[in-house]
């Protein structure tokens, strides 16, 4: 056995990500940091439609004490929240815009963040625009990519331990930071 992560452990696997990207925008220190200090996340793309991902994300991170502001044109309400059109329709302070949408769409999304004060912008799992990521950084926001929000707060929250799951996390105790 060599020294390195076997392959049923190496969580860079799952991206499409390079080394050098990774360490820029999937960095964990920098996911643990958000999680712990963040408390409002603005979702763009969030669906009403409980069956869809968003939907589901968004439904966990409530659980867990989260606010979550729907963002979506098409809908008034969405799990007990205004939605709203657009990141600029919300007047109030955001930490973290986390990104339902296709790549093409994630530059301006990102422009929008920015203009609101957004702490950081987080592209969900497969949605990947490195331009868009870089802008984010270079404005001053944490900028993560090809990543679930939800799937990386239950990693480091202990609750993914318990469905069986490998979060690369070795404690014997549940981790009591979220």
């Not at 360490?23 to 069956?51: E, F, T």
């Not at 799990?79 to 709203?84: F, M, P, V």
């Not at 004060?117 to 625009?129: P, R, S, T």
Request: proline share 6%.
């Amino acid at each position: 056995m060599g020294s390195g992560p076997s392959i049923s452990s190496d969580i860079s696997l799952n991206t499409e990500l390079n080394a050098e990207e990774r360490a820029h925008y999937q960095n964990p220190k920098a996911i643990r940091n958000l999680l712990l200090n963040s408390k409002v996340i603005a979702m763009v793309g969030l669906s009403d439609k409980p069956h869809r991902p968003s939907h589901f994300v968004a439904s966990y991170l409530k659980s867990e004490g989260y606010r979550v502001i729907p963002v979506n044109p098409r809908a008034t309400e969405i799990l007990g929240e205004k939605a709203y059109p657009d990141l600029k329709s919300i007047s109030f302070p955001v930490d973290i815009v986390d990104i339902f949408r296709k790549p093409a769409e994630v530059p301006s999304i990102v422009e929008d963040a920015i203009a609101i004060g957004a702490k950081a912008v987080w592209q969900q799992l497969k949605i990947i625009n490195l331009e868009a990521a870089q802008a984010a950084r270079e404005h001053g926001l944490v900028s993560i990519v090809d990543r679930c929000v939800k799937m990386e707060h239950g990693r480091y929250s202990g609750n993914l331990h318990w469905v069986g799951m490998n979060t690369e996390i070795i404690s014997a105790r549940k981790a009591k930071f979220i």
